[in-house]
């Protein structure tokens, strides 16, 4: 319990840079939008191709649901359900009501309100990297996940504001016993951040867990958290059409408490669905609406997104790649089947690297134009994924920070107006003359173009004077750098205890059991 009874706080109050006194950049913490349309890679024509193939694999192959709960509620609704094989087939009427009790926007609250997630609309939220079973820097190598790392990059998530949410276990920490180690996560994101996070979905209890926690630090009840959610979880779908019976539970149980719940398929092409893209868009539209469906049939209403994770792997060996043309395209169709159900849409970024190196950058960049393209709501694994997914990464978490930062300059509109067309100030520099000692000029170099916290924008001489250290080096330096300037935020002393004792209860009441 060390961290339960010794909050880390700053140590001073003078904030320190990893080039001197002055705190690391970063943009300020604001809501971010989509101002441009949508890409539309698919034509009208061809998202209806894609929607009626999807109606075709649910009335007729079916979906495999190993939960006798979820199977009795379909069949209560009308499903054809075969108890055997455990296998639900539903209609196309089934789906349509479904989706009139969804909803096309909603938020999540957590502690502090300030940090407010809006999905749905053109808002894009960003968030860190979830679930890898490792960890890595540059300075200790790669290792098994545990809670100190845990809870460091917990932290570098509260420092940059451009991370609007947690996921579910930036790393496992196989340090704690694995039945209970969720609540020590929670724990974690609640005091070491005032953001919202992403629960356990394995089973009831997980889910059910993360949900009392969040209410218990807002100081609300379970009923009054149903129609005010304060955290979400990522169904993974058993692709090809599975439901298993944990992730079921899990599902219902977020739907029961009017949490969100975002249904994704891990369709990667040539395994897990056909090689074809058609072909997984059609898969992964059919599993993702069978799992909608799941939702409102549990309670109407009940906040869900529309999930995808379409991907190719290695034909050669198997192995998955993410990143790639393929992936980035599927980001953006997937848009477009989000928006034809009006549903929000939650998306990634990956790649397939195992280092923080240019592959790790140009796959990840590939794939986040894809969900900026597609209109993407939630952007999960937004930083610090690496090798895959089954390693979380210091490093690679600074340069996503930096990546993400550049797109949400690029999506500030450009403003064209009298200032900004500075005709003035062109007609006062002569011909063959310069801007720097221009008034415009010295009215706005301060703020004129983003300010990068990663890039080194020396001349080749001076960089070597400085060390010559590369991006992977300086993102070194920028993780520990923003770990010295993190603020723990302040919480009530009542509710951390309250916090504590549930954590404590819990654990006695799961002794060596399951949740």
């Known amino acids: 319990m060390r961290r339960m009874t010794e909050p880390r706080r700053k140590r001073g109050a003078e904030r320190t840079s990893n080039r001197g006194p002055v705190a ?11 101002p441009y349309p949508p890409m539309a890679m698919l034509s009208a024509d061809q998202i209806e191709a894609i929607h009626q ?21 379909f069949e209560k609704a009308g499903a054809k359900v075969d108890h ?3 296998t639900i087939r539903i209609d196309r009427g089934m789906v349509d009501e479904a989706l009139k009790t969804t909803r096309s926007s909603y938020r999540l609250t957590p502690r502090n309100p300030a940090h407010t997630v809006h999905l749905g609309g053109n808002t894009i939220n960003f968030t860190l990297v979830a679930g890898p079973p490792n960890v890595h820097d540059m300075e200790r190598g790669r290792r098994a996940g545990n809670l100190r790392d845990y809870d460091d990059l917990t932290r570098l998530a509260q420092h940059f504001n451009c991370i609007h949410m947690l ?6 920490p196989v340090d704690l016993p694995a039945n209970s180690r969720h609540l020590d996560t929670y724990f974690a994101n609640l005091t070491l951040t005032d953001k919202s996070f992403h629960v356990s979905a394995i089973g009831r209890g997980r889910a059910l867990d993360g949900i009392e926690m969040m209410a218990i630090s807002r100081g609300l009840t379970l009923d009054e958290m149903r129609d005010d959610p304060g955290v979400t979880t ?23 408490f009017g949490q969100s719940v975002a249904v994704t398929p891990f369709t990667l092409m040539g395994a897990m669905s056909p090689v074809t893209l058609a072909g997984a868009l059609a898969q992964q539209n059919a599993e993702a609406l069978f799992g909608v469906v799941l939702t409102q049939l549990v309670r109407p209403g009940a906040p869900v997104m529309y999930g995808a994770f379409t ?5 050669k060996s198997g192995a998955p790649a993410f990143g790639t043309p393929e992936n980035t395209k599927a980001n953006i169709a997937s848009g477009q089947l989000a928006r034809r159900y009006g549903l929000p849409y939650r998306t990634t970024p990956g790649s397939a690297s195992n280092a923080a190196d240019a592959q790790g950058a140009y796959e990840t960049l590939m794939a986040l134009w894809g969900a900026v393209l597609g209109h993407g709501n939630l952007v999960y694994h937004a930083a610090g994924w690496q090798e895959g997914g089954l390693t979380a990464s210091f490093e690679k978490f600074i340069i996503d920070v930096e990546m993400i930062q550049h797109m949400m300059e690029f999506l500030r509109p450009i403003e064209v107006n009298e200032a900004e067309l500075a005709v003035e100030a062109l007609g006062a520099v002569p011909t063959g003359g310069h801007f720097f000692g221009e008034p415009h000029t010295l009215e706005r170099y301060a703020t004129a173009f983003y300010q990068p916290m990663l890039s080194n924008w020396q001349n080749y001489e001076a960089w070597q004077e400085a060390g010559g250290l590369d991006a992977t080096a300086r993102a070194t330096r920028l993780w520990k750098k923003a770990l010295e300037d993190y603020v723990e935020p302040t919480m009530d002393i009542s509710v951390r205890e309250a916090l504590e004792a549930y954590v404590a209860k819990r654990k006695e009441a799961i002794g060596a059991g399951e949740p």
């Open 84 to 86: 055997a094989p455990m």
């Open 167 to 172: 996921g579910n276990q930036v790393c496992a």
């Open 234 to 256: 990522i169904i993974s779908v058993n692709s090809p059409r599975r439901f298993d019976e944990m992730m079921a539970e899990g599902l219902m149980t977020m739907a029961e």
């Open 311 to 315: 991907s190719n792997v290695d034909m």
């Open 24 to 34: 690391i950049p970063q943009l300020p913490l604001r809501r971010v939008t989509n």
């Open 53 to 73: 193939a999807s109606m075709h694999i649910l009335e007729n192959f079916g979906i495999e649901v190993m939960s006798p709960r979820a199977l009795s509620l």
